[in-house]
């Protein structure tokens, strides 16, 4: 028999680590080749690890909820034939599923060369005191900046986790470079004053880092994978990305008439509503491709601007929240595109959302207006440079161009955008043109085909 590694897969080509949601196997468990093991969130999206081998389940070395970097080990499985060497050494290695116990992602063998105690609140370090951290840490403490030498680890065998630097991140409290460690603090020195004049964010937000205790008859809701993703996004977005906002006003009620006059023939010919919001995404669609800066990304010493035109949409299911994607929209009819909403609005109701189906948005486009909202300042989807809230179809008295009173349907848009990328000019022209389309949007004009 042969001990054999199953490893995170890659479920995407941008995805970079998986959070296991639910072990679909237990130890001693039985599988074939290709059965699926585990529950994976990666990019606000569920997918399923599935077995390289045939045999029986030996270790579940990472735990539910943990995330673990593409490459690095979730489990081991005994293997029907082989030699007995690989067994041998599996088995010197921890063999439980607690969470205290979970194999630590950036080693097959914890406990070699490291100090410190299991249970331990210190950083565990190799002899020479030279820590050793998972490829995710890494890249989230070098995306904040964070000292990781000055950082108390919560894992196995005290390593530190990205869980401690999401709190760390969330509450506010960075270590920086240069800092003196809480415990080792003493009075200034000319060397530390300088640093500390400054507004330091380890003294104003200490306070928000202080534990919340739950209180008779509160509920504790655990934070799911799919919600971690989310808030690890939009924390990225708004430390990254200045923010700006717009607004504008639309007058839609030629759209709303002309939509309503095709809704009933349309679903018994097609078999899905067609809604408003296809008409909105085909409108915005249509003016990214005359205003191309639009549609780019931040990317450091440059910006790219992206070729293909495809618009992530918000779709929200009983407890999440997904943002999959209408490719080339540019280049489909309303019909399309609202063929596209439906079947991603279903996938994601159903929890079939794959990878695929969330890669690749340039723009997003979120239908606030389906719960009421009439105004909204959306968080920017990372990397894109701009999201568009879609509010409320919302009848008022508007005077028209003779001085008349009338009735009217009117929305507002409301455009967040990246001030990085984007300048308050080619954003006001961009809503204007989609005013534009959309207000000339009529029984004349627009076919839905």
Known sequence: MAIENIKMPQLGESVTEGTIEKWLVQPGDHVN??????????????????????????????????????GEIVCTIETEGGDSAPAEEAEAQPANIGKENVMPA?????????????????????????????????RLAQDNDIDLAQVQ????????????????????????????????QEAPT???????AQPAPTSAPAAKSAPIESAPGDIEIPVTGVRRAIAANMLKSKHEAPHAWMMIEVDVT??????????????????????????????????????????????????????????SIAVASDNALFVPVIRNSDEK?????????????????????????????????????????????????????????????????VIMANGMMAARDMVNLCLSLDHRVLDGLVCGQFLGRVKEILENMNKENTSVY
């Open 33 to 70: 080749k290709y059965d699926p093991l585990a529950e994976v969130n990666t990019d606000k999206v569920t997918a399923e690890v599935p077995s390289s081998f045939t045999g029986t389940i030996k270790e579940l070395i990472a735990a539910e909820g943990e995330t673990l970097a593409v």
């Open 106 to 138: 950036d080693d097959t063998k914890p406990t070699s060369g490291l100090s410190g105690t299991k249970g331990s609140s210190q950083p565990a370090r190799p002899e020479g005191s030279k820590a050793r951290y998972s490829p995710a840490v890494l």
């Open 153 to 184: 680890g919560t894992g196995n065998e005290g390593r530190i986790t990205r869980k401690d630097l999401l709190v760390l991140i969330e509450s506010g409290n960075i270590p920086k470079a240069g800092d003196a460690p809480a415990a080792k």
């Open 190 to 196: 000319p060397q530390t004053e300088a640093p500390k």
């Open 254 to 311: 030629d759209l709303v008439s002309y939509r309503d006059s095709i809704k009933g023939d349309f679903k018994k010919k097609e078999g899905f509503n067609i809604t408003y919001f296809a008409f909105f995404v085909k409108a915005v669609s249509q003016a990214l491709k005359e205003f191309p800066m639009m549609n780019s990304m931040w990317a450091g010493d440059k910006i790219i601007q992206k070729k293909d035109i495809n618009i």
């Open 333 to 397: 009819s309303v019909k399309g595109i609202g063929r596209d909403i439906n079947e991603l609005a279903l996938k994601a109701r159903n929890g079939k959302l794959g990878s695929a189906d969330m890669q690749g948005g340039t723009f997003t486009v979120n239908n606030t207006g389906s719960f009421g909202s009439i105004q909204s300042m959306g968080i920017i989807n990372h990397p894109q440079a701009a999201i568009l809230q879609v509010e409320s179809i919302v009848k008022r008295p």
